[in-house]
């Protein structure tokens, strides 16, 4: 198997090479500060015309409703549907409000259930690109555009649930404090910050060797985990899973127990033994701390090693963009230091 290079992360020629990847990673926080700056006006408009009545429902529409979903089922004081396929649900009227997350803009089925909610006569804001397909089928007595211009997801759902938030529809969500968590974790993993106390190098190294399993306790950690399993996935070509408790603590009982004796550079990438990593979003909820506990005590008892991503984010939404850049440049670490080439 590809052996993993801790000395190249702190190697200034293979951080060079890294480079674009690395900036557009440490940009986050200015992407969000771009999106609430395009959408300020348009947005100040909709929770004027929004204020005046609550509705029935929220409808988050499209394929990238998946983000408001999990920020939302929690918290939202009237009835939340995601609906992430084409069209809307067929009870949708004029008392609901449909939300649509469009970054790109470019996404056929996000354009027909737009057009369908103008023509029901829902309450409808779209977070799109004005000139984009979706934007074009926006114009309507009851819609609202917020123009983005970054086609960043996790910058587009900060200026929706900005918007939900005057409404008393979400979570606190400051796109300000959004965009300093983003920027402290890229202080705090940037490339040329040395490994000993980099956050995302440390957790490259440590997970370099193994097939990961990751979890997080709250909704919100555990969407994270599931997207950092992805960029995981695809820096290393190995199996790497994200689930509940449930699902992982079978595998944490499975893992052999540690030889001693073993060559580590003689086995081969079907023989890892997994590695867990915990995505803490400090929630208070005992029940996420008992399951925590469980894993780490299961993951002793097998040898298996326990690697935790923290933030002191403040807000929900913060916080879940903290765990997520820093578990995303964790990733492109481990891309460098196996591969040796992007």
Same mark, same amino acid.
């Given at each position: 198997?590809?052996?993993?290079?801790?000395?190249?992360?702190?190697?200034?020629?293979?951080?060079?090479?890294?480079?674009?990847?690395?900036?557009?990673?440490?940009?986050?926080?200015?992407?969000?500060?771009?999106? +609430?700056?395009?959408?300020?006006?348009?947005?100040?408009?909709?929770?004027?015309?929004?204020?005046?009545?609550?509705?029935?429902?929220?409808?988050? #529409?499209?394929?990238?409703?998946?983000?408001?979903?999990?920020?939302?089922?929690?918290?939202?004081?009237?009835?939340?549907? &995601?609906?992430?396929?084409?069209?809307?649900?067929?009870?949708?009227?004029?008392?609901?409000?449909?939300?649509?997350?469009?970054?790109?803009?470019?996404?056929?089925?996000?354009?027909?259930?737009?057009?369908?909610?103008?023509?029901?006569?829902?309450?409808?804001?779209?977070?799109?690109?004005?000139?984009?397909?979706?934007?074009?089928?926006?114009?309507?007595?009851? +819609?609202?555009?917020?123009?983005?211009?970054?086609?960043?997801?996790?910058?587009?759902?900060?200026?929706?649930?900005?918007?939900?938030?005057?409404?008393?529809?979400?979570?606190?969500?400051?796109?300000?404090?959004?965009?300093?968590?983003?920027?402290?974790?890229?202080?705090?993993?940037?490339?040329?910050?040395?490994?000993?106390?980099?956050?995302?190098?440390?957790?490259?190294?440590?997970?370099?060797?193994? +097939?990961?399993?990751?979890?997080?306790?709250?909704?919100?950690?555990?969407?994270?985990?599931?997207?950092?399993?992805?960029?995981?996935?695809?820096?290393?070509?190995?199996?790497?899973?994200? &689930?509940?408790?449930?699902?992982?603590? %079978?595998?944490?009982?499975?893992?052999?127990?540690?030889?001693?004796?073993?060559? %580590?550079?003689?086995?081969?990438?079907?023989?890892?033994?997994?590695?867990?990593?915990?995505?803490?979003?400090?929630?208070?909820?005992?029940?996420?701390?008992?399951?925590?506990?469980?894993?780490?005590?299961?993951?002793?008892?097998?040898?298996?090693?326990?690697?935790?991503?923290?933030?002191? #984010?403040?807000?929900?939404? &913060?916080?879940?963009? &903290?765990?997520?850049?820093?578990?995303?440049?964790?990733?492109?670490?481990?891309?460098?230091?196996? +591969?040796?080439?992007?």
């Amino acid at each position: 198997m590809a052996q993993f290079d801790d000395g190249r992360l702190d190697d200034e020629d293979a951080l060079r090479a890294a480079e674009p990847i690395l900036r557009n990673l440490a940009e986050a926080g200015a992407r969000v500060r771009t999106e +609430s700056v395009s959408a300020a006006e348009p947005l100040l408009a909709a929770v004027e015309r929004l204020s005046e009545s609550r509705p029935r429902a929220v409808v988050a #529409a499209g394929p990238d409703s998946r983000l408001l979903r999990a920020v939302l089922e929690p918290t939202c004081p009237v009835p939340f549907v &995601a609906w992430p396929g084409a069209g809307l649900p067929g009870w949708a009227g004029a008392l609901d409000l449909v939300v649509v997350l469009a970054p790109d803009g470019a996404d056929p089925s996000t354009a027909v259930g737009v057009a369908e909610a103008v023509r029901r006569g829902c309450q409808l804001v779209v977070a799109t690109p004005a000139e984009s397909l979706v934007g074009r089928h926006v114009p309507g007595r009851y +819609s609202t555009l917020l123009p983005t211009v970054t086609g960043d997801q996790l910058a587009t759902a900060t200026v929706m649930l900005d918007l939900l938030d005057r409404l008393a529809l979400g979570p606190d969500t400051d796109p300000d404090v959004v965009a300093a968590a983003l920027d402290e974790v890229a202080v705090a993993c940037g490339p040329y910050r040395d490994l000993a106390v980099n956050p995302a190098k440390l957790l490259a190294s440590g997970i370099a060797g193994t +097939s990961p399993v990751l979890w997080g306790g709250t909704v919100l950690a555990a969407r994270a985990a599931r997207r950092v399993a992805e960029s995981l996935r695809r820096a290393t070509g190995r199996a790497v899973l994200a &689930a509940d408790a449930e699902h992982l603590l %079978p595998v944490l009982a499975a893992a052999p127990q540690t030889d001693v004796f073993a060559d %580590p550079f003689a086995d081969d990438d079907g023989d890892l033994r997994p590695s867990l990593v915990m995505l803490d979003d400090g929630s208070p909820d005992p029940v996420v701390a008992e399951t925590a506990a469980r894993l780490r005590e299961q993951a002793d008892v097998n040898g298996v090693r326990v690697e935790t991503v923290t933030t002191e #984010a403040d807000g929900e939404v &913060a916080r879940y963009a &903290a765990l997520l850049a820093t578990g995303t440049f964790a990733a492109r670490y481990l891309e460098i230091g196996l +591969s040796g080439a992007l």
